[in-house]
């Protein structure tokens, strides 16, 4: 080390020893990272496994395959869009009637579908929660509000017909089904429980009358991949600048 | 002024050492005085009911973490022989079946097992309802800290304390713990009378008792999240507003730090917060050396030092 720099130092402690009352305390900081390398715990794995055997049973079934991974990313991603388009589609089939969208609350989406199968228990772990699939009719200008908050959390996924950019924290350029938002349409749209009851601070929709059936998110998803497993298709999801940032 | 000249070696040892961003920190040799007092925390949070390793497919966290692995690299360090505090910053539920089917409880019974001492609530832990929470501490002895909660009317009621004080070899710690606000983040009829206090206000109340009771450091346990855009309360700010806080383990925004941060708070001293993302895909561990004069009390304000750990 340079010779000055550590007079430098050590005057600067004598000054401060000087004149500080106050003890040092010093904190050696480490991070373990838990990896398989590690030695397991024998006590733990035995309290596991009658747990992990009853599960596996009901969360290893095969229901669908993708064609790429997908994760969530911002401002769109193509597990989002998957997510937005089962939330419009299974909400038309489950209700009976036309949806102008859907979407998914960013925060919302808990991991990520892997190339190649997928199983239930993969969609437990996507959607964890008992969150419901319902119906709002909203004015055009609330679902600005709603198209606004999304855009200053960075981007939330969209169902396919809906686009927007996101310029200074705002919903701009809005276009749903090939004609821009109006405010003063109604609109339909279909969201989870959690979201159309002000949850993720969207408390612009908290008091819109919702429809329910009782349909789980998850269920949604379950019935949306098994679905297109039955015509013989795969999950093939991308993006397709739905959500875009606009400078 | 004269200078304890051991004192002296000690502190210009350990700020060359932090000036010059060494890695070596003289916790021991020169500085091994007897006031020394010594403490590990280890600390999780964020965990979401992840029991079993992520699975092997391809996914950027395939194989990592699980509660095995962590049990037996938490008996490792036990078995250093020193001091320990194992905690947790709260969302031990919801994010794997095992939570769907089970509700918590082989989470519960695993942290159990691992010995944690203390524990706070994230927004998640609500998620199958604030009785189902209360109902699954019966697997578990270590308390659930919050002071910024009422839960006056509910089912958590008798089942919480705002905190707690460990007596670890010479040291006296108190920890505490505080929760996020819960409207806007978790549905009405999961938390149901459950009323949110000022974080802030309640954590310096707090810690200012466990002060007065002579804790050596104060920990808070904290679900606020590491930090913000705007101006919502969080550890960052915490940090800067309390008077008697050392450490801050948080939660809730899942942040990987590449190394605790430091603030100087209220009283001019440096109160600390570190957070290890989530799942339990990290064991965060703090090897907190305390020296002061053996007559002074170590309840006054700190200024730390933060290094990384080289040696085993």
Request: aromatic share 8%.
């Amino acid at each position: 080390m340079n010779r000055s720099f550590f007079l430098f130092c050590t005057l600067i402690v004598c000054i401060s020893s000087c004149t500080s009352t106050q003890p040092v305390t010093t904190v050696q900081y480490k991070d373990y990272r838990i990896e398989r390398s590690v030695r397991s715990d024998t006590a733990i794995v035995s309290l596991l496994a009658p747990y992990g055997a009853a599960l596996n049973e009901s969360m290893n079934k095969v229901i669908g395959f993708s064609n790429n991974q997908l994760s969530a990313k911002q401002p769109e991603s193509g597990l989002g869009n998957f997510m937005a388009d089962c939330m419009r589609i299974m909400a038309e089939k489950k209700f009976g009637r036309k949806v102008d969208a859907g979407f998914m609350n960013q925060g919302g989406i808990r991991s990520y579908i892997p190339k190649g199968n997928i199983t239930v228990g993969r969609i437990f772990e996507l959607m964890p929660f008992d969150n419901l699939l319902v119906l709002q009719e909203v004015k055009g200008a609330v679902l600005q509000q709603f198209l606004d908050k999304m855009a200053s959390d960075g981007g939330w996924p969209v169902s396919a017909g809906l686009t927007m950019g996101i310029q200074d924290k705002k919903a701009v350029n809005v276009q749903i089904n090939g004609k821009p938002l109006d405010i003063a349409a109604v609109y339909v749209i279909a969201n989870s429980d959690y979201v159309a009851n002000g949850g993720s601070d969207c408390e612009m929709l908290r008091r819109i009358p919702q429809q329910n059936k009782g349909y789980l998110m998850r269920d949604a998803l379950i019935d949306f991949v098994s679905d297109l497993t039955r015509q013989g298709k795969p999950l093939d999801y991308h993006i397709e600048n739905r959500v875009v940032h606009v400078n | 002024m004269l200078i304890n000249r051991r004192k002296f070696l000690e502190q210009s040892a350990m700020a060359t050492g932090a000036l010059a961003l060494s890695s070596v920190l003289p916790t021991s040799g020169v500085a091994a005085a007897a006031a020394v007092k010594r403490i590990t925390i280890l600390h999780t949070n964020d965990v979401h009911s992840r029991l079993d390793p992520f699975p092997m497919d391809g996914g950027r966290n395939q194989g990592l973490g699980g509660v095995a692995a962590r049990a037996a690299l938490i008996e490792e360090i036990r078995a250093e022989g020193g001091e320990v505090l194992l905690l947790d910053a709260g969302d031990i539920f919801q994010g794997t079946p095992y939570f769907n089917l089970y509700k918590g409880e082989p989470e519960m019974k695993a942290m159990e097992k691992m010995g944690y001492d203390a524990a706070t609530m994230g927004n998640h832990d609500f998620d199958a309802g604030l009785e189902n929470f209360a109902t699954q501490l019966m697997h578990v002895s270590f308390p659930i800290l919050i002071c910024n909660y009422d839960f006056s009317g509910t089912a958590m009621e008798s089942k919480f304390q705002p905190y707690k004080i460990f007596q670890k070899g010479d040291l006296k710690i108190g920890v505490l713990g505080v929760g996020i606000e819960l409207r806007g983040l978790v549905p009405e009829n999961l938390y149901g009378k459950t009323v949110y206090l000022n974080p802030i206000e309640s954590a310096n109340r707090t810690a200012d008792l466990l002060r007065k009771q002579g804790c050596d450091m104060v920990i808070c346990l904290s679900h606020l999240g590491d930090k913000y855009d705007d101006d919502k309360v969080s550890d960052e700010i915490l940090a800067k507003e309390s008077y008697d806080i050392d450490l801050i383990i948080g939660g809730h925004t899942h942040r990987f730090f590449e190394q605790p941060r430091k603030y100087p708070n209220r009283r001019g001293a440096d109160t600390v917060v570190n957070q290890v993302g989530w799942a339990g895909i990290q064991l965060g561990r703090l090897d907190y050396s305390f020296s002061g004069s053996k007559k002074k009390n170590l309840a006054n304000a700190h200024t730390v030092v933060i290094g990384k750990k080289t040696r085993e």
